[in-house]
Nanobody
């Protein structure tokens, strides 16, 4: 089992920044791909970014160039830096863990953290 706990969400104005954190416990963190998804009201959960155990990263086109995913294996933590936020980034952001990559069907999820961007 892998337990995931997100933090760092909040209310920010358009153009602002936030940093989300996800702390993992229960298994060897470095062996897992870690990712972020988001879900806005009335929409399906969508992929945002992921980092594999080898450090490769992948981003959705909608956030590429604005968001940065990183991981600190010593702290069992994955981060998502959100810059130049837009109102359409408003959603609940979820952390996920899986091997070798994360997908919408991944087994391990956090409880989510709300990000609200005002215009």
């Amino acid at each position: 089992q892998v337990q995931l706990v997100e933090s760092g969400g909040g209310l920010v104005q358009a153009g602002g920044s936030l940093r989300l954190s996800c702390v993992a416990s229960g298994r060897t963190f470095s062996n897992y791909a870690m990712g972020w998804f988001r879900q806005a009201p009335g929409y399906e959960r969508e992929f945002v970014a992921q980092t594999t155990s080898g450090g490769s990263t992948l981003y959705s086109d909608s956030v590429k160039g604005r968001f940065t995913i990183s991981r600190d294996n010593a702290k069992n933590t994955v981060y998502l830096q959100l810059n130049n936020l837009k109102p359409e980034d408003t959603a609940v952001y979820y952390c996920a863990a899986d091997r070798p990559i994360v997908t919408p069907k991944s087994a391990y999820w956090g409880q989510g953290t709300q990000v609200t961007v005002s215009s």
